[in-house]
């Protein structure tokens, strides 16, 4: 296996504590840009949605109110 050299469970980052901080900070990083990813997909959809809002509006396919409750409702 990639993790264990001869059987002995010997840590490709090094044995000890350097190695498990620094498995422990590369796990961190992958996790953290896997949440950021998340976060800008939702707001790239918000902002999408509130996009086609003004559109609608500036049509005139609804009155201010509506707008206003559907934009509050997007938020």
Same mark, same amino acid.
């Given at each position: 296996? *990639?993790?264990y050299r001869d059987g002995y469970g010997c840590n490709i980052?090094?044995?000890g504590i350097f190695g498990n901080m620094v498995m422990a900070?590369?796990?961190g990083i992958?996790? *953290?840009l896997i949440i950021l990813t998340i976060f800008k997909i939702i707001n790239v959809h918000e902002k999408?949605?509130?996009k086609i809002l003004k559109r609608r509006y500036s049509k005139g396919e609804m009155n201010k109110e509506e707008y206003n409750e559907m934009?509050?409702?997007i938020k």
């Open positions: 296996m *990639l993790w980052f090094g044995n900070v590369a796990m992958i996790l *953290l999408e949605s509130i934009k509050k409702d």
